[in-house]
């Protein structure tokens, strides 16, 4: 079973436009990522948020978490059409990750 | 740096055989972990290794086994195959102790048949 949910599973957006995709998770964690699928490829790394750390950024990206909610947000700000993949939140705990079923972005040109 | 890599990159099986994957770390990196990634499933934790030594085991029959070798390279096995095995297999490696940013590979899809 997975840790984490993303809402919502779909998201369909204009180029310029931001994205937001939001991760629910269950247990404790150490830290929380976020990663990028293109088309059933390998998985990029994102961003890693610590659990101590409230928000973070890189680039056109803005993470938070909510410990106390077991939330976390993803903005991608001004998408490009190379944006368009899935993304997923994973969250760091026991030696594992345990991923969520991922937010599809489609960025329309 | 060489990323991670991971042979074959697409395999055919049929029920009851056999497969091993392998997954060769960015060098330097000790910790080799495995997902299968299916549309139904999403993204699921089969094993973790560091140091050759097997730190947690996701939820999967006994039919899914790994190993890691001095050198870091891992490699997965998945005996008496289901169809239900059908799936990306995707190996991840990082630097340290803890999972940390996971770098991962492009993948091994495997279609049982």
């Known amino acids: 079973s997975q840790q984490g949910e993303e809402d919502p599973q779909a998201l369909s957006i204009q180029e310029g436009e931001n994205a937001t995709m939001n991760c629910s998770y269950k247990?404790?964690?150490?830290?929380l990522q976020w990663y990028r699928q293109n088309s059933g490829r390998g998985l990029v790394h994102l961003i890693l948020?610590?659990?101590?750390?409230r928000e973070k950024h890189s680039g056109r990206l803005r993470v938070t978490l909510d410990t106390s909610k077991k939330s976390s947000s993803l903005l991608i700000t001004a998408s490009r059409a190379a944006d368009t993949a899935s993304y997923f939140c994973?969250?760091?705990?026991?030696?594992?990750?345990?991923f969520g079923a991922g937010t599809t972005v489609t960025v329309r040109a | 740096k060489a990323g991670v890599t991971q042979t074959p990159r697409y395999l055919i099986k049929t029920r009851g055989q056999q497969v091993t994957l392998s997954c060769s770390p960015i060098?330097?990196?000790?910790?080799v972990s495995w997902y299968q990634q299916t549309p139904g499933q999403g993204l699921q934790f089969l094993f973790e290794?560091?140091?050759?030594?097997?730190?947690n085991k996701g939820n999967f029959p006994g039919r899914f086994s790994g190993r890691q070798f001095s050198n870091s390279r891992s490699e997965m096995n998945v005996s008496t195959l289901e169809l239900g095995d059908s799936a990306l297999y995707l190996c991840?490696?990082?630097?340290?102790?803890?999972?940390?940013?996971?770098?991962f590979g492009p993948g091994t899809r495997l279609t049982v048949l």
């Open positions: 991840a490696s990082s630097y340290g102790q803890g999972v940390g940013e996971q770098f």
């Open positions: 247990t404790s964690i150490n830290n």
């Open positions: 948020i610590r659990s101590n750390e």
């Open positions: 994973a969250t760091d705990y026991d030696y594992k990750l345990s």
């Open positions: 060098s330097g990196h000790r910790s």
């Open positions: 290794y560091f140091s050759e030594t097997q730190r």
